[in-house]
Each structure stands twice: as structure tokens, then as C-alpha cells.
């Protein structure tokens, strides 16, 4: 692999997901400092869908009265997106979620977040309440479980279809991060045979 290569996938995020925000953080390290050229599309997948016991509920079709874990900050994205600057609230979200630990469920968090990150809000709270801001949250949900398989976030997708489901221990940056997303892409790329390797916890030493 080699630096001027370009390399484009997708990733399956929810905002909730602290292993999101580790991948994050690598990607933008290596972006950010032009250590590979990627071309990153951020897709939207709910883990209180994936988690939800009521069958024939949905996140993106319950009321809006109703508070549910992670759609808020999914409208704002999407709200965000229709004025071509998603990218600049996507990374204010996952910051506000994970390094300030913020409630990104909150309207006047969100709010804050898409003043900030320079958006038109009266445009902006008018597709907060728009449920069709709701519709691409649904088509790569439902896209990412009946194409994909995908289960859980963050799920990284070549265009070949090559796909893997991603948890890094630490958020990694500075120049370390190349050669990790290196390894890590090179695999899931290149060898479908690995199916999945998991580390397991070392037991805590007895008193």
C-alpha cells in the first residue's frame, strides 16, 4: 500500500459507539496529516435498531415524540448534509459525545454543536423536524443488514464488498497511525479466510 494510493471504503457509525469515535480519531490522524489519501463515507447504522426487542418498531419510523437513543444526533447529520456541511458537524458530534461527553441526544446540545460548525439554523432546526431527514438513516441501515450482514459499528465496506467489523483498543494518532491502519486494512482487504480474532481480557491480579 502506498501513501499516494488512494483508498476508499465506507463505515457503518453509530454516534453513540465508543469504538466509532476510536476509529475516528485514526482516520482523522492519518487525513488530517496526509499519511495515505483515503476517501471516507460515513453511513449511518443504529445500534437501538440493532438492539430493539419490539419487532416491526424502527427507529426512523417511531413518533417524534418519542425519545429514542441516537436519532437525534442522526437527523442533525443528515440536516447538516442537504446544506454541504456534514462533514464539519460529524466531527463536532463525535467530539462533543466522546471527548466532552455531551447528551448529543439533547436538541439544545445539537443545536449548539450546528451554530458552531457555521450551519443556517433557521434551515437547520427546519430539518431537525422534517422526518424525511430520516429516510438515508433507514436506506443505509437497512442496506448495511441485508447487503452486508453488518451487525455492529463501526463495520468498514470496500467497494469489492470486503467487510469487517472494527473495535481498536485505543485511539491511535500521530505517525503510529499509518502503519496501524496498515495492518488492520491489509487484512480485512486482502484476507477473507479471518473470519475474527478477538483478544481476550486478562483476569485483574487476585488481592
Known amino acids: 500500500m502506498t501513501e ?12 453513540q459507539c465508543p469504538f466509532v469515535y476510536r476509529l475516528f480519531v485514526l482516520l482523522h490522524s492519518i487525513t488530517s496529516s496526509s499519511l495515505r489519501h483515503l476517501r471516507i463515507h460515513w453511513r449511518y447504522f443504529s445500534l437501538t435498531q ?4 419490539d419487532d416491526g418498531w424502527t427507529v426512523w419510523a417511531a413518533p417524534a415524540s418519542e425519545l429514542v437513543r441516537g ?3 442522526f ?3 443528515e440536516a447538516a448534509r442537504r446544506q454541504a456541511r456534514f462533514a464539519e458537524l460529524h466531527v463536532a458530534l463525535l467530539h462533543a459525545r466522546h471527548r466532552d461527553g455531551l447528551d448529543v441526544d439533547a436538541v ?3 443545536e449548539d454543536l450546528a451554530a458552531r460548525s457555521g450551519l443556517d439554523m433557521k434551515a437547520f432546526r427546519k430539518d431537525l423536524t422534517d422526518p424525511t431527514t430520516l429516510d438515508a438513516l433507514a436506506g443505509d441501515h437497512r442496506e448495511a443488514v441485508d447487503r452486508f450482514g453488518v451487525f455492529g459499528t463501526p463495520t468498514i465496506v470496500f467497494p469489492d464488498g470486503a467487510a469487517a467489523y472494527v473495535r481498536l483498543g485505543e485511539a491511535v494518532e500521530g505517525e503510529s497511525a499509518g502503519d496501524l491502519f496498515d495492518r488492520v486494512f491489509s487484512m480485512i482487504s486482502s484476507e477473507p479466510r479471518i473470519r475474527e480474532i478477538k483478544r481476550p481480557s486478562r483476569p485483574r491480579p487476585r488481592d
Open 108 to 110: 439544545d446540545v445539537v
Open 50 to 53: 440493532v438492539n430493539s426487542k
Open 4 to 15: 499516494s494510493e488512494l483508498i476508499e471504503f465506507d463505515v457503518y457509525y453509530d454516534y
Open 75 to 77: 437527523q442533525a447529520a
Open 71 to 73: 436519532r437525534l444526533a
